[in-house]
């Protein structure tokens, strides 16, 4: 007797035994999903198709967000110009990026942006600045650098929805700075962003940056009461900050200001908590610069108690042994996370040396609270 072997389909024939359907009747979840990988030519193409195709193509969820590359090109200020005027209203999420400055990109970026301004359904929820060039500082660029950032607040003015911004790496100066945070607020002295709950200023002024006014920055920074997520870096935090030695409770303020180093410190920390104690949630903090001074621990005992939800997120880009900087840097009643990145410690390691922490700050707790009740025994007694 001769054995039977089931006989099964290749796939190939099992494609063809399925019902055949017309490409005007696919699913419009597939037809939107394919159309997202398509440029906006290929798009334009394939509206033309049929109706269904083409009904696709005028939907919101395919324009929400954007890139623009400013070059400098006619031909790309016509495409942009088109898009913000067809498409605009469906517009979200935008990120800027710039060539090497000259004249015809500061000319094509201000062009989008009265182009932007004009369009009353414009509404951004997230703004992303890229690639300014601005940290290569060289000569005959400060026309062109002063030109974008007028544009650029001109174009943040207008957009009362933010929620998001981000300006990694835009390396602006002092002035230029505050330009930027105060038209991100509305430019107004009585004008609060309150819909504004991350902001990114990593990289945010250039490393030449030796002075900064505090009383502006704490004024600018009160105006974001609904301010959740922060990132920044070292070199947001100079040390020749004006008024900022009143703050340093005690510390030898001829001594704080040898070296001329940036830092993150303790009045800086305390007037940025100020404006958003109820809202702030994480901190993302950068070190990327070798220095002496941290953020003792009594400052961030100050913090968690005006914001009880704050959690905070620690990147070591230099470096140095982690024992040496760890009970310095990292203090035990600093709110870390478990996300932690250094370029010459392990997970593992920082995992136990942040159960150490720990542990010395509930020792330090049930010390203080132990001498505190004797002290209210031998008073009563």
């Known amino acids: 007797m001769s054995a039977r072997f089931p006989v099964r389909p290749t796939p190939a024939e099992r494609l063809k035994d399925l019902p055949a359907v017309p490409w005007d009747a696919l699913p419009q979840e597939a037809l939107v999903n394919v159309f997202s990988y398509l440029c906006d030519g290929d798009r334009l193409e394939a509206s033309l198709a049929c109706k269904a195709w083409h009904r696709v193509f005028t939907m919101a969820c395919l324009w929400r967000h954007r890139t623009f590359k400013f070059r400098g090109t006619k031909m ?8 913000l005027h067809e498409h605009g209203q469906h517009l979200e999420h935008m990120i800027l990026e710039f060539a090497k400055p000259n004249t015809a990109v500061v000319q094509c970026f201000e062009a989008f942006v009265a182009t932007a301004n004009k369009c009353a359904a414009l509404r951004l929820l997230s703004i992303k ?19 974008i950032v007028q544009a650029l607040c001109l174009l943040l ?29 509305g430019d107004l002295p009585l004008m609060t962003r309150r819909n504004i709950i ?22 600018v920074m009160g105006r974001f009461p609904s301010l959740a997520f922060l990132h920044l870096d070292q070199t947001f935090f100079a040390v020749q900050i004006a008024g900022m030695t009143s703050g340093l409770r005690g510390r030898n303020v001829s001594a704080a200001l040898v070296g001329q180093r940036h830092y993150l410190c303790e009045a800086v920390l305390d007037k940025l908590i100020t404006g958003c104690a109820q809202t702030l949630r994480h901190l ?36 140095y042994l982690f024992e040496d900087y760890y009970s310095r840097v990292l203090v035990a009643s600093m709110p870390l996370t ?13 995992e136990s040396k942040l159960k150490c922490l720990k542990e010395k700050y509930e020792m330090e707790r049930e010390a203080r609270g132990k001498k505190a009740m004797k002290h209210v025994q031998t008073a009563t007694s």
């Open 284 to 319: 993302y903090i950068v070190m990327d610069n070798r220095n002496d001074h941290a953020i003792d621990s009594h400052t961030w005992s100050l913090a968690v108690q005006r914001c009880p939800s704050l959690t905070v997120t620690v990147r070591l880009d230099v470096c």
């Open 338 to 350: 478990r996300d932690f990145w250094c370029k010459n410690c392990s997970r593992a390691h920082y």
């Open 129 to 147: 600045v890229r690639v300014l060039w601005f940290s290569l500082q060289r000569k005959g660029w400060s026309a062109y650098r002063t030109k």
């Open 76 to 83: 790309q200020q016509g495409c942009y110009d088109g898009f």
């Open 198 to 219: 991350s902001l990114s200023l990593r990289e945010y002024f250039e490393v030449g940056t030796h002075y900064m006014s505090l009383r502006t920055f704490s004024e």
């Open 157 to 185: 003015k207008r957009q009362p929805m933010l929620q998001e911004a981000d300006f990694f790496f835009c390396q602006f100066t002092h002035n230029e700075g505050l330009q930027v945070l105060k038209a991100l607020t």
